[in-house]
């Protein structure tokens, strides 16, 4: 159905109210490039101001990018022109786009699209304003969906620009985000505005207008309505999009545990009883808690993550997400964390017994003490793996207690010849991380003793004739 002006204008209307897109007396930037889809938004949005229940404040904003020196000055007068008539501040902004592409790197669009934003922006902080007022409507929709789909984008790219985006301190809106271009070039005509053209519209050595101009022709061939179906498209995307996300963040919540040292973790299992599309969705978003680039299209990122955290082996591996971070399974466990977040080395000598000795990191402190012979129950064992029984004679003292070193090896009850450390630590499927938290106790002779809470050496055995007992127990601390 053809709308006509006041038809339009009532729709806007009923969509700001749907999405809220302004309140009463809002100050708003129109961003005005002189063509008919920002003319027809500023006089639309003039319409509206001047009913009393709305009354807001505009402020017309331009952008010369400097690309068609005299063809862009004269499109800056135009504007100029447009913002007096309605009664309207006018800001321009003259930018020099070659420049700043040779120092950024960027692509045109790229910079020029970065140089617009920032300006835009800028003028929003100067008049305190709620939102930026952009025109973009529903064929640029078609067209940023079919780029996206392109491009091999997921579902939030295939919801395509929202009509309502927070970025910064402002909203980013787009009334005309459910109008076509000939609804507003109509519009234009019916209230008898002029715009401008920009030529370089016309030239399809840019991807949107060689999809413009293109692509979208070629397949309106085989679909009529295709610009409408590729909004149809956004519009189910994005609100399936909002839905997951929504679900990711609850997952979120709900099965992970984040540490004070930024460490993000959580389990294997849990992850393992959501949806797929779950699975994939709670990880992109505990990326996005991370100080790495993470783009809509990095699916391999997320896929390496959820697959290997998956898989049966190996149960052990880390995977570098560049920027300092890194994704790390431990058996059962799945951590985001930073590369920086590494465990120092310690060695503590006990000169005396009794003593207490804390770990950093572990909450939980090594404590010696000493049993006399009449002391010295019958057939004295050991409680738990965190408790260790030695003879006080044969322990060659002072005793150290260390972090693990590289080519560490234990003698083992039960065990002829001695194990390394590292192995001992895999059979008792120690995660690598705890590994460097975990303290080795050795002798004078510098022979590991034990490995609190793991597995106990052949050194000092209680004996029937042991007059005298040292017992070591790891336990939490006090407090």
């Given at each position: ?44 949005l ?180 295709l ?14 999009d ?23 973790s ?59 971070s890194?994704?790390r ?45 009449e ?15 030695f ?9 150290t ?45 510098g ?33």
């Open positions: 159905m053809e709308l006509n002006l006041s038809r339009m204008v009532k729709q806007i209307c009923e969509l700001a109210e749907e999405h809220g897109l302004w309140a009463p007396r809002h100050m708003i930037v129109v961003a005005v490039s002189g063509g008919p889809d920002s003319v027809a938004l500023l006089h639309i003039s319409l509206i101001s001047q009913d009393e229940s709305a009354a807001l404040r505009l402020v017309v904003a331009h952008v010369n990018h400097g690309f068609r020196p005299a063809e862009s000055a004269e499109e800056a007068e135009f504007v100029r022109g447009l913002a007096k008539k309605y009664g309207c501040p006018f800001e321009l902004a003259e930018l020099d786009v070659p420049s700043y592409m040779k120092e950024s790197g960027m692509g045109g669009q790229e910079a020029a699209r970065e140089l617009r934003y920032r300006f835009l922006h800028q003028v929003a902080d100067k008049y305190g304003a709620a939102s930026i007022a952009l025109a973009h409507h529903g064929d640029d929709q078609a067209e940023t969906v079919l780029l996206r789909l392109l491009r091999g984008s997921g579902l939030t790219g295939l919801g395509g620009m929202r009509i309502k985006r927070k970025e910064k301190n402002v909203e980013l809106i787009r009334p005309l985000l459910r109008m076509y271009k000939t609804d507003l070039i109509r519009a234009c005509e019916e209230a008898g505005l002029s715009f401008v053209t920009d030529s370089s519209n016309l030239s399809n050595k840019y991807a949107r207008n060689a999809i413009r101009l293109d692509v979208l022709p070629f397949l309106g061939q085989y679909n009529g309505q610009v409408q179906s590729l909004n149809r498209l956004s519009l189910v995307a994005e609100s399936e909002d839905y997951m996300s929504k679900a990711a963040e609850e997952a979120v919540e709900r099965l992970t545990v984040r540490d004070k040292d930024g460490t993000i959580l389990k294997i299992a849990a992850l393992a009883g959501l949806h797929v599309a779950l699975q994939r969705r709670l990880i992109k978003l505990i990326l996005t808690y991370l100080p790495i680039n993470t783009e809509e299209s990095d699916f391999a990122k997320i896929e390496a993550i959820r697959s290997g955290a998956l898989q049966d082996r190996p149960t052990t591996w880390r995977i570098d997400l560049g920027g300092g890194l994704c399974r431990e058996y059962g466990d799945l951590s985001f964390l930073s590369q920086s977040v590494e465990e120092a080395g310690f060695a503590y000598r006990v000169e005396a017994i009794p003593a207490s000795v804390p770990v950093a990191g572990t909450g939980r402190v090594l404590s010696f003490r000493q049993l006399s012979a002391s010295v129950p019958p057939a004295l064992k050991p409680l738990s793996r965190d408790e260790a029984l003879d006080a004679d044969e322990l060659l003292c002072p005793l207690v260390r972090s693990r070193l590289p080519g560490d090896t234990m003698r083992m009850m039960g065990l002829a010849g001695s194990k390394k450390v590292k192995d001992i630590f895999i059979d008792a499927k120690i995660p690598p991380s705890l590994r460097g938290r975990i303290p080795i106790v050795t002798d004078a002779l022979r590991i003793v034990w490995i609190p809470g793991v597995r106990r050496s052949d050194l000092a055995p209680i004996k029937g004739s042991t007059g005298r007992v040292i017992v070591m127990k790891w336990e939490k601390a006090s407090g």
